[in-house]
């Protein structure tokens, strides 16, 4: 009798084991050679590509290499649809190239867009590709983000508090404003039981955004943006709680004024917020109202620690437009919808064509802005069609596509919902905010399309995220949208073309290393080469420009050189370290964890 128990035991052990559905999706990965030398004089030149895990639907770019400074800032396209500040820009883009599992070839002729020959040199390749065949897979059945108008709307964590990637990111979500969801990317979609909620409770005549910023040291710490109802006053912010697991979330009253940090403005709905280890960004905006003729549009940052305004960036240049209001649209286009990829913040709004990517961190107002999409390449673009009522007009929330979403992977495409475009399911734009065209998921149709995202930190679930509210073709009924998260492989590679042989090995003249490691805590080594001797000076700067230490100021023999710093006496956050020698100079980031 004990054995049969024994064995029954057992066997009801194995049988769970064996059939939990854990969430273990195929990954699309493209393998490629990292330099690849080409003479660049008129032949055809051939790089092997490996294609792993699904078939793709990809395309090829050859761009400028090292060139940002010296393009500087350029406005240029049909209707000035493109601007690009110090950013390397597109030469050659191909059109869609089906890739099949297993060895590939991608060709080339060493010719621009417009068909002349490429001056000889080193320029930057990438591939972008994506399942478009496979069905979307469930990361989790019971998550509903709706998304609505406003941008990104969940938050998919992919970094540690110890600024290393996670194997299992998490996935946090509400579109319930007074109950966010927490989900780790691997459980079994079908477990409800896995989900982690919190319950946030906001005063009294106040409405909830639905968006979450972790603190980056300590994810047991949000932040959530609302504001006052517009009968009950003008005031719009940030609160900061802590995440209490199937609990009441504790507002931080040590922070800002009793937990709360905001700007005197009238509630209009979604603004970030976002976070780093020295800010949170948020936005003021108006986008609704198209009698509302105050141009308003501010990228706000708000100190991590205390919640205090330190800083603002007019953003209106970009995103309001008395042409548009004149032409029987609205003034203001947003943004409303923030995401972050390494350094960079892409700002968003279905209400407006402008897609847009600045650097935070720039401490010049005019570095702030790296790339800008407006009207002019249809891709994301409003009002282009010939029959329009407002030709070409660009901040409009009454006609599609309805991008409700931007989201940028590791080599910063960014990808957007494409709502009212019938059967796409998104607008793809390249690393210079270049519109490279539609693409559609398989099974793709002209429902409803809320939210799209990256995982993209090299885990086992790296590719996109999606909603799959689209079978639902009466998209008039928001409630009726089917629920659950969903999985598309994609993947993007990045390589060099060079007439230099083994430019890998070739000795730069100065150079200055990426510091390692990086983030670190409290020492990093910083590596650097001068070309002659000489007087040599390395500085540490925080995000304000302020000179914080001076790692060394000697006269240093010609060749490679290291120092270390220790940065035990100073708080955690981004700072920069500038190496000088004679007429060289070149200033790194770096990342300090406490």
């Given at each position: 009798?004990?054995?049969?128990i024994?064995?029954?035991?057992?066997?009801?052990?194995?049988?769970?084991?064996?059939?939990?559905?854990?969430f273990s999706p195929?990954l699309?990965?493209?393998?490629?050679?990292?330099f690849?030398?080409?003479?660049f004089?008129?032949?055809?030149?051939?790089?092997p590509?490996?294609v792993?895990?699904?078939?793709?639907?990809?395309?090829f770019?050859?761009?400028?290499?090292d060139?940002a400074?010296?393009i500087?800032q350029?406005?240029?396209?049909?209707?000035?649809?493109?601007?690009?500040?110090?950013?390397?820009?597109s030469?050659y883009?191909?059109?869609?190239?089906?890739?099949e599992?297993?060895s590939?070839?991608i060709?080339?002729?060493?010719?621009?867009?417009?068909?002349?020959?490429?001056?000889?040199?080193?320029?930057?390749y990438y591939?972008?590709?994506?399942?478009?065949?496979?069905?979307?897979?469930?990361?989790?059945?019971?998550?509903?983000?709706?998304a609505?108008?406003?941008?990104?709307?969940?938050?998919?964590?992919?970094i540690?508090?110890?600024?290393?990637?996670?194997?299992h990111?998490?996935?946090y979500?509400?579109s319930?404003?007074?109950?966010p969801?927490?989900?780790?990317?691997?459980?079994?979609?079908?477990?409800k039981?896995?989900?982690?909620?919190t319950?946030?409770?906001?005063?009294?005549?106040?409405?909830q955004?639905?968006?979450?910023?972790?603190?980056?040291?300590d994810?047991?710490?949000?932040?959530?943006?609302?504001?006052?109802?517009?009968?009950?006053g003008?005031?719009?912010?940030?609160?900061?709680y802590?995440?209490v697991?199937?609990?009441?979330?504790?507002?931080?009253?040590?922070?800002?004024?009793?937990?709360?940090?905001?700007?005197?403005?009238?509630y209009?709905?979604?603004?970030?917020?976002v976070?780093d280890f020295?800010?949170l960004?948020?936005?003021?905006?108006q986008?609704?109202g198209?009698?509302?003729?105050?141009?308003q549009?501010?990228f706000?940052y708000?100190d991590?620690?205390?919640?205090?305004?330190?800083?603002?960036i007019?953003?209106?240049?970009?995103?309001s437009?008395?042409?548009d209001?004149?032409a029987?649209?609205q003034?203001?286009?947003?943004?409303?919808?923030?995401?972050?990829?390494?350094?960079?913040?892409?700002?968003n709004?279905?209400?407006?064509?402008?897609?847009?990517?600045?650097d935070?961190?720039?401490i010049?107002?005019e570095?702030?802005f790296?790339?800008?999409?407006g009207?002019?390449d249809?891709?994301?673009?409003?009002?282009?069609?010939?029959d329009s009522?407002?030709?070409?007009?660009?901040?409009?929330?009454r006609?599609?596509p309805?991008?409700?979403?931007?989201?940028?992977?590791k080599n910063?495409?960014?990808?957007?919902?494409a709502?009212?475009?019938?059967?796409?399911?998104?607008?793809l734009?390249?690393?210079?905010?270049?519109?490279?065209s539609?693409f559609?998921?398989?099974?793709?149709?002209?429902?409803?399309?809320?939210?799209?995202?990256?995982?993209?930190?090299?885990s086992?679930?790296?590719?996109?995220?999606c909603?799959?509210?689209?079978?639902?073709?009466d998209?008039?009924?928001f409630?009726?949208?089917p629920?659950?998260v969903?999985f598309?492989?994609?993947?993007s590679?990045?390589?060099?073309?060079?007439?230099?042989v083994?430019?890998?090995?070739?000795?730069?003249?100065?150079?200055?290393?990426?510091?390692?490691p990086?983030?670190?805590?409290?020492t990093t080594?910083?590596?650097?080469?001068?070309?002659?001797?000489?007087?040599?000076?390395?500085?540490?700067?925080?995000?304000?420009g302020?000179?914080?230490?001076?790692?060394?100021?000697e006269?240093?023999?010609a060749?490679?050189h290291?120092?270390?710093?220790?940065?035990s006496g100073?708080?955690?956050?981004?700072?920069?370290?500038?190496?000088?020698?004679?007429?060289?100079?070149?200033?790194?980031?770096?990342?300090?964890l406490?």
């Open positions: 009798m004990k054995r049969i024994l064995f029954s035991l057992l066997f009801a052990f194995f049988a769970t084991s064996a059939f939990a559905a854990v195929a699309l990965k493209f393998s490629a050679p990292d690849v030398q080409y003479n004089d008129g032949s055809k030149l051939q790089i590509v490996s792993t895990g699904t078939n793709a639907n990809a395309i770019l050859v761009y400028t290499k060139q400074n010296s500087g350029v406005t240029n396209g049909y209707l000035g649809w493109h601007y690009v500040n110090k950013v390397d820009t030469v883009i191909s059109d869609a190239i089906p890739m599992k297993g590939n070839i060709s080339w002729n060493g010719k621009d867009e417009d068909g002349n020959a490429v001056p000889a040199g080193n320029y930057t591939i972008w590709g994506y399942d478009n065949q496979s069905s979307k897979k469930s990361m989790c059945d019971f998550i509903f983000n709706f609505g108008s406003g941008g990104e709307q969940a938050l998919l964590q992919e540690g508090t110890d600024g290393l990637p996670l194997v990111p998490v996935f979500n509400a319930t404003p007074t109950i969801e927490k989900w780790v990317i691997g459980g079994d979609p079908s477990d039981t896995l989900m982690e909620t319950n946030v409770i906001f005063p009294e005549n106040w409405v955004d639905i968006v979450i910023a972790l603190v980056p040291t994810h047991s710490k949000f932040f959530m943006s609302g504001g006052m109802k517009k009968d009950a003008s005031l719009k912010g940030v609160w900061k802590s995440w697991p199937n609990g009441k979330a504790e507002v931080q009253t040590s922070w800002g004024e009793g937990g709360f940090a905001g700007v005197s403005e009238g209009d709905y979604y603004s970030g917020p976070a020295n800010y960004y948020y936005i003021d905006n986008y609704h198209l009698n509302n003729d105050q141009a549009a501010n706000i708000f991590l620690e205390d919640g205090s305004l330190a800083r603002q007019d953003l209106t240049k970009w995103w437009n008395p042409n209001l004149a029987g649209s003034m203001n286009g947003g943004p409303n919808g923030m995401m972050k990829r390494g350094d960079y913040i892409f700002l709004s279905h209400s407006s064509c402008t897609k847009q990517m600045v935070p961190l720039a010049e107002d570095d702030f790296k790339w800008t999409n009207n002019g249809y891709t994301l673009d409003h009002n282009f069609e010939p009522p407002r030709p070409w007009v660009c901040n409009d929330y006609v599609g309805y991008t409700t979403a931007l989201d940028a992977e910063l495409f960014s990808i957007s919902t709502f009212d475009m019938g059967a796409i399911s998104f607008g734009l390249a690393p210079d905010g270049t519109g490279l539609y559609a998921y398989a099974g793709e149709t002209a429902g409803w399309k809320s939210w799209n995202m990256h995982c993209s930190n090299g086992a679930y790296d590719g996109q995220y909603d799959n509210h689209s079978v639902n073709l998209y008039s009924n409630g009726d949208y629920a659950g969903f598309v492989a994609a993947d590679f990045k390589g060099v073309i060079t007439n230099q083994a430019v890998e090995e070739a000795p730069a003249a100065f150079a200055v290393a990426q510091n390692s990086n983030p670190f805590n409290p080594t910083i590596g650097f080469a001068i070309p002659d001797a000489g007087n040599v000076s390395i500085d540490v700067f925080n995000v304000a302020q000179k914080v230490d001076t790692i060394a100021s006269f240093m023999s060749g490679s290291s120092v270390t710093w220790d940065a100073h708080s955690a956050g981004v700072y920069f370290y500038t190496v000088k020698t004679g007429s060289f100079s070149e200033t790194m980031k770096m990342t300090l406490k």
